[in-house]
């Protein structure tokens, strides 16, 4: 089997470095098929509005899911004070609502989360959640 990419590699794999459409063309005994894929560095954090951490099972951990990430950097949580009242590195793990062991007030809270993208680019991203009970 011989390969052709539109990058100009004729190896079966290829590394790619930047976001783009990439053909190849795969020949076998004078019979060839071409295909593509699409890479993207599309990297963000589908994170939800709101939370309840009231304990009755449903949407009592704010976390957010990662889409299109290399590498989860973190999730920090923010009073109105700017206070950090949560911080966790694996994205797993969620904030449950409470500070020093003490369940913090029904208010909005400030979130910052950091992803590396797969080409090891940085994103930063800020939002508000709204815990209720």
């Not at 783009?20 to 560095?41: F, K, P, R, W």
């Not at 976390?63 to 290399?70: E, M, N, S």
């Amino acid at each position: 089997v011989s390969y052709l990419w539109s990058t100009g590699s004729t190896q079966q794999a290829v590394r790619i470095t930047e976001p783009g459409q990439y053909y190849v063309i795969a020949t076998l005994e004078g019979c060839s098929g071409t295909d593509s894929v699409t890479v993207s560095n599309d990297c963000y954090m589908d994170v939800p509005n709101a939370f309840t951490p009231n304990g009755d099972g449903a949407n009592d951990i704010f976390r957010g899911i990662p889409v299109g990430i290399k590498q989860f950097n973190y999730l920090k949580v923010f009073n109105r004070w700017g206070e950090t009242v949560f911080y966790t590195n694996d994205y797993n793990v969620g904030w449950d609502g409470t500070y020093k062991g003490e369940r913090v007030e029904q208010d909005v809270y400030v979130w910052k989360v950091m992803l590396t993208d797969v080409f090891g680019k940085r994103h930063a991203y800020i939002g508000r959640v709204t815990l209720l009970y």
